[in-house]
C-alpha cells in the first residue's frame, strides 16, 4: 500500500494491528493498493498443506498462515466429491457414452439430493465446496476464505479512537445483533464405535451402582460414505476420568491431572480425544432391564447445562482449517448420551452444537435453565455486553417470523444431530480378551495396581514366561497402557515401542520391548512387589 500511485508502498502486512491515528491517516487521504494476481482455489485442488490468506477479503501475497489439518481433511479436500447418477432409461435420449441434466454428477451440496435421503445437515467439506462456489465464483480474483467463525464479543480496539467498551461503544466496535437458526452443517456426520464391547463395558458401571458416569471418547476421524464427503469418527477405546458419580449426574475437573498423559498414550497409539460419552439412566422398575424414556421430541434431546458442557470442550479442542480467516472453525468434538429410547432400550445419542453456541458460550451470553429444553440469556453487566438475540420460527400460520431470544429460548436452535453405529465386522485396535480394570472406578470396587498388571501380563515372583504372542495380545488394552505409562519407568522411546506393539502396528517390536532396559525394569519391579 501507498499514498501515491507511482510509490512502491509497503506490504500490507506493515499495517496489521495498527489504528488510523498511530497510521498518521487523516480524512480525505488516498491510499493505493497493488493486488496480488491470486486465482481462486478449489479444495480438491489443494495440497496436503496450503498457505491461505488469513483476512476475510482481499488480501496481499505476505498475508498466509500455514495450517496442518486433519488428515481426513487433507484426503477429503482431493476428491472430486460430485454424486455420481447412472443413465435414466426414461428421460436419457443420449448414448452411453452422452450425458445430460438428467444423469449428469451433482454436486455433493445438491438440495433435491439431500431432501430425496432425508440428509438434514450437509458435510462439512460440501458444505465448504458450496461456500466456495458462492465467494470465489470469479477465475482470476483474488481469493476470498469461505469461513469465518462468529464472534459476539465486543472488539478491544475500535478504529473510532473511542475508549474501550464498557467506558465507550459504537457500531463499528459491537457485535450485530444475532439470529439463531439451525444449523445446515455438521463437522462429523456419523460416530462408529469398533466395538459394542466398549460401550457395554462402559455402560457396566451404572449396572453396578445406578450412579451416571462420563468418560472420553478417543479414537481416529476417517472418511465416511454414508453422506457426500463425509466424516465419522471411529471410537476404539473410552478413558473415564477422576469423577464423583450420582444418580442424577457426575462432577468432574476440566481438564484433569492426567488428561495430558492420556492424549500423549493416545498419540502414541495413532489416536487422538475425539469426543466425550456419559449415562443418563433410570431403571424403569420394571425387573425387565428397560429404563426409562427421559428424551424424545416432546421433552428435549440435549439439555442447556449439557449444551454449554459440549459447547466448552468444543472451544478446547478447536478443528484447524486452512479455509478459515483465522486458521481454525469450529471443532470435531463430539458428544454422546447414552440414555431411555421410547421403546424404553437402552440407546445412545449423537450430537454436537453449533458455532452460534460456541460463540455464545465465549462471550459468556448464555446459562442453563431449570428447565432443561430452554437456554437462558444472562443479562448485562460491566464485564459482558449482550446484543439483540432472536430467533427464527414458523408461526401457526406457517409463515417464517422472528422471536426474541430474550430471557430464553429453545435448546433446540443450538443442537446439531449425527448418526451413529457399528461396523459390520468389529475389529476393534485394542484386542485384549482378558481386560484389565478401568481407571477411577474406585466407587465399584474396581482398582489398578501392579498385582493386577502382574497378572495381566503371567508374571509371577520367580518367573515371566510368557509368549510373545501371548504379552504382546496382553497388552492390547488402552487401559493397561496408560497404568504402565503412570508407573515413570519406561523411557519415551520404549513407550513408543510399546504403543506399536500394543496396537499391532509393528508386531516385531515385541523382541525390541522386552530386551529393552526399562521394560527388564518394570518386570523387576512387578516381582519384587508381589
Known amino acids: 500500500m501507498a499514498d501515491s500511485p507511482s510509490f512502491k508502498g509497503h506490504p500490507i502486512s506493515k499495517f496489521v494491528g495498527k489504528t488510523v491515528q498511530e497510521l498518521g491517516l487523516k480524512h480525505g487521504d488516498l491510499l493505493f493498493a497493488t493486488i496480488g494476481n491470486l486465482s481462486t482455489p478449489n479444495p480438491a485442488d489443494k495440497p496436503d498443506e496450503a498457505t491461505v490468506p488469513i483476512t476475510g477479503g482481499v488480501s496481499a501475497k505476505e498475508i ?85 467463525e462468529p464472534d459476539y464479543t465486543v472488539a478491544k480496539k475500535c478504529p473510532s479512537g473511542h475508549p474501550a467498551w464498557p467506558d465507550g461503544i459504537c457500531s463499528k466496535c459491537q457485535p450485530s445483533a444475532i439470529t439463531l437458526q439451525q444449523q445446515s452443517f455438521r463437522l462429523v456426520d456419523h460416530v462408529e464405535f469398533s466395538s459394542s464391547s466398549i460401550v457395554d463395558t462402559f455402560i457396566n458401571s451404572w449396572r453396578q451402582t445406578g450412579e451416571q458416569r462420563i468418560g472420553y471418547l478417543y479414537g481416529r476421524y476417517e472418511q465416511y460414505e454414508g453422506v457426500p464427503l463425509g466424516i465419522k469418527a471411529v471410537v476404539e477405546a473410552i478413558y473415564e476420568p477422576p469423577q464423583q458419580d450420582d444418580r442424577d449426574g457426575v462432577t468432574l475437573s476440566l481438564p484433569w491431572n492426567e488428561e495430558k498423559d492420556v492424549d500423549k498414550m493416545a498419540s502414541l497409539c495413532g489416536l487422538q480425544k475425539v469426543g466425550v460419552i456419559f ?8 425387573g425387565t432391564g428397560s ?44 458428544t454422546c448420551v447414552i440414555s431411555g429410547n421410547v421403546e424404553k432400550n437402552i440407546d445412545i445419542s449423537t450430537f454436537q452444537v453449533s458455532t452460534s453456541a460456541e460463540a455464545m458460550v465465549k462471550a459468556d451470553l448464555i446459562e442453563p435453565s431449570v428447565n432443561p429444553a430452554v437456554m437462558r440469556i444472562k443479562e448485562p453487566s460491566k464485564t459482558r455486553y449482550v446484543p439483540d438475540i432472536f430467533y427464527s420460527k414458523i408461526n401457526e400460520y406457517k409463515r417464517k417470523v422472528q422471536e426474541n431470544a430474550k430471557p430464553a429460548f429453545p435448546v433446540e436452535y443450538l443442537l446439531v444431530t449425527l448418526t451413529h453405529g457399528f461396523p459390520e465386522t468389529e475389529s476393534s485396535l485394542f484386542s485384549s480378551s482378558t481386560k484389565f480394570p478401568i481407571e477411577n472406578r474406585a466407587n465399584i470396587g474396581t482398582s489398578q495396581d501392579i498385582a493386577k498388571l502382574a497378572s495381566q501380563l503371567g508374571i509371577t515372583r520367580s518367573s515371566f514366561t510368557t509368549t510373545p504372542q501371548n504379552l504382546q495380545q496382553a497388552l492390547s488394552d488402552f487401559h493397561l497402557l496408560n497404568y504402565i505409562h503412570s508407573l515413570g519407568i519406561l523411557s519415551e522411546d520404549e513407550e513408543r515401542v510399546l504403543a506399536t506393539v500394543a496396537t499391532g502396528q509393528v508386531p516385531d517390536n515385541i523382541n525390541l520391548l522386552v530386551n529393552s532396559p526399562g521394560w527388564n525394569s518394570l518386570i523387576t519391579i512387578i516381582q519384587s512387589s508381589l
Open 64 to 148: 498466509f498462515r500455514t495450517v496442518k489439518q486433519s488428515p481426513v481433511d487433507d484426503k477429503l479436500e482431493k476428491l472430486d466429491g460430485k454424486i455420481q447418477r447412472p443413465r435414466d432409461n426414461k428421460m436419457c435420449k443420449h448414448g452411453d457414452k452422452g450425458m445430460c441434466e438428467y444423469c449428469m454428477p451433482l454436486e455433493p451440496y445438491d438440495l433435491g439430493y439431500q431432501e430425496e435421503h432425508k440428509i438434514k445437515h450437509l458435510s462439512f467439506h460440501a458444505y465448504l465446496r458450496k461456500l466456495n462456489a458462492q465467494a470465489n465464483k470469479q477465475q482470476g480474483s483474488s481469493y476470498m476464505a469461505p469461513l469465518d
Open 279 to 286: 449415562t443418563d439412566l433410570l431403571d424403569a422398575g420394571e
Open 291 to 334: 429404563v426409562v424414556c427421559k428424551r424424545h421430541i416432546d421433552s428435549y434431546f440435549l439439555s442447556s447445562l449439557e449444551i454449554c458442557f459440549a459447547a466448552e470442550l468444543q472451544r478446547r479442542n478447536p478443528n484447524p482449517s486452512k479455509w478459515s480467516i483465522t486458521g481454525q472453525f469450529s471443532s470435531k468434538f463430539v
